[in-house]
């Protein structure tokens, strides 16, 4: 158990509608990072906030969108849903330095119908 | 550049070595990293290593670093069962970001 949760689990929805991810990263660490795991594009870097600010952004489209709460968990929010947008979302927090490394939680598969 | 490339399968008998490599392009690279996923689960750390080491060793791991060439790998001695599992190298860049290569998975066969 990495101490990073996710919801939920599973999400089926339909095409054109709108879902919210929730994450809640390890006690103690301010930075939160999405990800878009799909079977041809493999695990894409989406966003990076760090204590409620956005840090960097990778290839994240402009129908999705995050943020980070005061009390530092965070959603990733999927717009006007295509087809294509069925993959893993996984959410990792990342500890301070040295190694700043990332510590995921078990996803959330989206399918879109 | 932020390309991270990895070979896709490797496969290996119990008891062998596996060595599973990587390279990257971004030469403002900070640290790299191993991740193993095994089925229907989130992305395990194994390790890191920061780029100004050449190696790195953690009990049946040995990560080596040619900074020259952009190459990393990751050694796992003594390959069990259980490490059959997807290996992703990942790199921070100076820019804060993450890149992941597409995944080697790794076959053990008993």
């Known amino acids: 158990d990495s101490g990073v949760t996710q919801t939920p689990k599973h999400l089926i929805t339909a095409t054109g509608q709108r879902v919210t991810l929730r994450c809640s990263p390890r006690?103690?660490?301010?930075?939160v990072y999405w990800y878009q795991q799909s079977l041809d594009q493999g695990l894409q870097f989406l966003i990076h906030?760090?204590?409620?600010?956005?840090?960097a952004k990778g290839n994240i489209l402009e129908r999705f969108s995050a943020q980070q709460f005061p009390d530092l968990h965070s959603e990733l929010n999927l717009s006007s849903l295509e087809l294509g947008d069925s993959a893993l979302y996984f959410c990792?927090?990342?500890?301070?330095?040295?190694?700043?490394?990332?510590?995921f939680g078990p996803g959330t598969r989206l399918t879109v119908t | 550049g932020e390309d991270v490339e990895q070979s896709l399968f490797l496969s290996v008998r119990e008891g062998d070595s596996s060595v599973i490599n990587c390279t990257y392009t971004?030469?403002?690279?900070?640290?790299l990293y191993w991740y193993k996923q095994e089925p229907g689960a989130g992305l395990q750390l194994l390790t890191y290593?920061?780029?100004?080491?050449d190696m790195k060793q953690d009990q049946r791991l040995t990560v080596l670093l040619n900074k020259k060439d952009k190459h990393l790998s990751l050694r796992i001695a003594d390959t069990q069962t259980g490490d059959s599992a997807i290996y992703f190298c990942?790199?921070?860049?100076?820019?804060?970001?993450?890149?992941f290569g597409s995944g080697t998975k790794l076959n053990v066969k008993p």
């Open positions: 990792a927090s990342s500890s301070k330095p040295p190694g700043y490394e990332q510590y």
């Open positions: 906030y760090y204590n409620g600010e956005e840090r």
């Open positions: 290593i920061f780029s100004n080491m």
């Open positions: 971004d030469s403002s690279s900070t640290y």
């Open positions: 006690s103690g660490d301010l930075s």
């Open positions: 990942a790199e921070r860049t100076g820019f804060n970001k993450f890149y």
